[in-house]
């Protein structure tokens, strides 16, 4: 197979020009993508209402700046894996619409994904705020 030919017609299918509107088109899918999981998964909800709680506390305790990096790094790690979560899983009902279970595994291990990263945050804040707090 030749490699260099091929690569060559993946850059010319591939090439897209640049300009400023489909810059602002690419802010406004990935707008869209937001708001449609938080329009529509309940778990991204519960992300974000648990993240405004941490940066009210944040403000009312006065953490320190190594804190809050910890505190908005977690933060955005738990929102985009939820984002993540979503595609795998709309993904998957695409290809696969029927019951397979595979097709579980998948969902489930994404899922399960999401569940660790927010354990580690939810650690990761009680070791911040509970001495601020007791």
């Known amino acids: 197979m030749n490699f260099k030919l091929l690569d060559k017609k993946l850059k010319k299918k591939r090439k897209k020009n ?3 509107e489909r810059l602002i088109k690419s802010f406004r ?3 869209d ?3 449609y999981s938080f329009i529509n998964e309940q778990n991204l909800i519960v992300h974000t209402i648990i993240a405004l709680i941490a940066i009210i506390f ?3 305790f006065k953490i ?3 804190e809050w990096l910890f505190v908005l790094i977690m933060i955005g790690l738990v929102v985009c894996a939820e984002l993540i979560n979503t595609s795998i899983e709309a993904t998957i009902d695409l290809v696969c619409p029927e019951k397979h279970p595979l097709a579980k595994i998948a969902k489930d291990t994404a899922a ?3 569940f660790v990263l ?3 945050a939810v650690i990761g804040g009680l070791i911040i705020f509970v001495p601020k707090i007791f």
């Open 112 to 114: 399960g994904a999401v």
């Open 33 to 35: 993508g937001f708001t």
């Open 58 to 60: 944040g403000f009312i």
């Open 29 to 31: 899918y990935a707008v």
């Open 18 to 20: 640049i300009s400023f």
């Open 118 to 120: 927010a354990l580690v």
């Open 64 to 66: 320190s700046i190594v």
